[in-house]
């Protein structure tokens, strides 16, 4: 399944996570989600028609207005770019395609979350960071370059610090 959002929880909770995720994505006006349980233990898939950058936004406020709505999503992150693995090259032709979202005086990171996996994370970020003018800052950058890799699929995304939804993040913000 092509999907646009990675969406964690707490091991055999999956079925309870994909219930709530459908709950809320419903209530946010998008009819006929589609999320899929992974091979990966706490881990789902998921395809929205709304923008999973704007869904991430709104859990975050949904968590401070009604938090018994989020009880088993413990974590959200936005895909742009999703993708069936055979290799190399669709990575790097959808870090091409999003670089564009930064400016050049902006810096990056390359971060990638692999599972189900034989592909390094080392052979990735060598070839990725190849792609980039940007300077790399590795504690403090503007920008990070997301690679998910989940056995045979995969996505990318290029967000900010705060386009990732967290549960125990969420939790300690005072409103």
């Known amino acids: 399944m092509i999907f646009n959002l990675i969406v964690s929880t707490y091991r055999h909770r999956e079925l309870d996570a994909q219930n709530e995720l459908h709950f809320i994505l419903k209530m946010f006006g998008d009819h006929h989600p589609t999320s899929q349980v992974t091979n990966v233990s706490g881990l789902l898939t998921a395809r929205t028609t709304l923008d999973p950058f704007q869904v991430i936004e709104r859990v975050k406020g ?32 959808a870090a091409t395609k999003l670089s564009s979202k930064m400016h050049p005086s902006d810096t990056f990171r390359i971060t990638v979350e692999r599972r189900a996996t034989a592909m390094t994370s080392s052979e990735l970020i060598s070839n990725l ?7 790399v800052d590795l504690e403090n950058p503007h920008w990070t370059v997301l690679v998910e890799i989940i056995g045979k699929i995969g996505g990318v995304s290029i967000v900010r610090p ?10 300690r913000i005072e409103v």
């Open 62 to 93: 949904l968590i401070h207005e009604e938090p018994w709505n989020v009880r088993f999503i413990l974590r959200m992150i936005p895909i742009e770019i999703s993708f069936f693995i055979n290799g190399i090259h669709p990575i790097m032709e």
């Open 129 to 135: 960071g190849s792609t980039f003018t940007n300077i």
């Open 162 to 171: 705060y386009d990732i939804f967290s549960a125990i993040r969420e939790s």
